[in-house]
């Protein structure tokens, strides 16, 4: 359950990193990156959140924010990951209290965010079914600050039991 973020190095240098336990077995990875053109910094964390238990989630969300909140105050942040709350549930009105956007409404493009990131029926592997149909979009992309989400797209790609979200994000 190891949660890594990997970046281009001849796009983006590390300027700090760090993690926060938010419960047993649940963590926020982060790193504070620079644009190596521009200089321009920005926060990129990531988590998954607890299955089956909204209170949980919560929980560990009032955590990671307000680490959040105190840790990385000087530059943009991205927030991602499965936060296995699905779009208007409290922990994503909770992500968005804290002045997060979510990419699937903020983006300026959107392609394919019809289809759905959790995908009961999956069987696993490269050819595993995958239900486009599934009404749980779970893994999200949230911004804050002078960020703009240029696209947003849910890959159909197999190799999880999840869909994988991309983001095209610029720092004017």
């Not at 190891?2 to 001849?10: L, M, P």
């Not at 938010?22 to 620079?34: N, T």
């Not at 983006?107 to 592997?125: D, E, L, M, Q, S």
Request: with cysteine.
């Amino acid at each position: 359950w190891a949660r890594q973020v990997f970046w281009n190095t001849t796009m983006f240098s590390l300027v700090k990193q760090g993690e926060k336990e938010l419960s047993a077995g649940k963590e926020i990875v982060w790193v504070k990156l620079k644009e190596n053109k521009s200089g321009k910094e920005f926060y990129f964390a990531t988590t998954h959140l607890s299955v089956g238990c909204s209170s949980c989630r919560t929980a560990e969300l009032r955590t990671g924010l307000e680490y959040i909140k105190s840790t990385m105050t000087d530059a943009p942040i991205i927030f991602v990951g499965d936060m296995n709350s699905e779009i208007g549930s409290s922990q994503d009105k909770q992500i968005q209290s804290a002045g997060f956007k979510n990419s699937y409404s903020s983006a300026r493009t959107k392609k394919n965010i019809a289809y759905r990131t959790t995908v009961p029926g999956f069987t696993g592997g490269l050819t595993g079914k995958i239900d486009t149909n599934s009404d749980h979009q779970i893994d999200h992309i949230y911004i804050k600050g002078n960020l703009v989400v240029q696209r947003i797209e849910v890959k159909n790609q197999r190799g999880s039991d999840h869909l994988p979200v991309e983001a095209a994000i610029s720092i004017p």
